[in-house]
């Protein structure tokens, strides 16, 4: 009796080390889709990016609130912190901590899609029929905010998820995937916030 | 052990917070003062990107081997 539960152990054991070869072998290639998938979409933003000094060079930049513009990078900073300490949470299976700094990070998102879609396109004194410039302006913004609405979505599937109890600290591939995702959409506005609100003089 | 991991962790990911915030405020001020000097400005933007890529998107890991896993 004992010597067949022992066997029985051992068999358990294998299986879940051998699912667990499997798991990081397929998480291994998720990462390299997921990069792939990034940098096809970094081409995208770059696009933009270049556009903007095309059509403005760095001596003119739209008119925006530069307060703003510091005040609305400051929160995607912070949001990016707390989506590094709940990656970090998820990893040493603290899931109490995960949820909390996830929904931290949820809370920030919004903050900044309201910052910037909620208040600065409505002080903004032109539309995006008012020249080439600010629809490139209005362009940049909004596709940007559609990649954080994408990644606050992303966010909260995962905080649902990790409510069922479906992660853990060594299976959590959608955990880091989000994470990625969101550090992304941040990498992003670092170039944009120079970009729109730091280099050049304002232009009507 | 693993708390020390964990504790390390959490102190990388804030130090790294520190230093992004610190050049946050620097090009702030340089686009203040001097909008033109646009080539420090997209320097202190490549810094930053650098520092989230490498720290907080790990793309460290998409090179990882399977050993590094266990």
């Known amino acids: 009796m004992n010597g067949s539960t022992r066997t029985n152990g051992s068999i358990q054991a294998n299986a879940t080390t051998i699912s667990l070869e499997r798991y990081y072998q397929k998480t291994a290639n998720n990462r390299l889709g997921l990069w792939l998938f990034i940098l096809s979409d970094a081409f995208v933003f770059a696009g933009l990016f270049v556009a903007r000094f095309y059509l403005l060079g760095t001596g003119l930049r739209p008119e925006l609130n530069q307060v703003l513009g510091l005040i609305v990078t400051s929160v995607l900073l912070v949001s990016s912190f707390f989506m590094n300490r709940a990656e970090i949470a998820m990893a040493n299976g603290d899931q109490k901590s995960f949820q909390r700094f996830i929904l931290v990070t949820i809370v920030l998102g919004v903050l900044f899609l309201a910052g910037v879609v909620g208040v600065e396109w409505p002080i903004t004194p032109y539309g995006p029929d008012h020249s080439a410039a600010y629809s490139l302006f209005y362009a940049m913004t909004g596709f940007h905010a559609f990649h954080v609405l994408t990644g606050v979505l992303f966010l909260v599937i995962v905080y649902r998820n990790s409510r069922k109890g479906l992660y853990n600290a060594e299976r959590h591939w959608p955990v880091e995937a989000a994470a990625v995702y969101w550090h992304f959409v941040d990498v992003v506005w670092v170039f944009f916030y120079p970009a729109l609100y730091l280099i050049g003089l304002p232009v009507g | ?70």
């Open chain 2, 1 to 70: 052990m693993e708390e020390d991991k964990k504790k390390q962790a959490y102190r990388i990911g804030a130090v790294i917070f520190l230093l992004l915030a610190v050049l946050t405020i620097g090009e702030y001020f340089i686009g203040a003062v001097a909008p033109v000097w646009w080539a420090p400005l997209l320097g202190i933007a490549l810094m930053k990107a650098f520092l989230i890529i490498r720290d907080y998107m790990h793309i460290g890991r998409v090179f990882a081997t399977q050993e590094d896993h266990e």
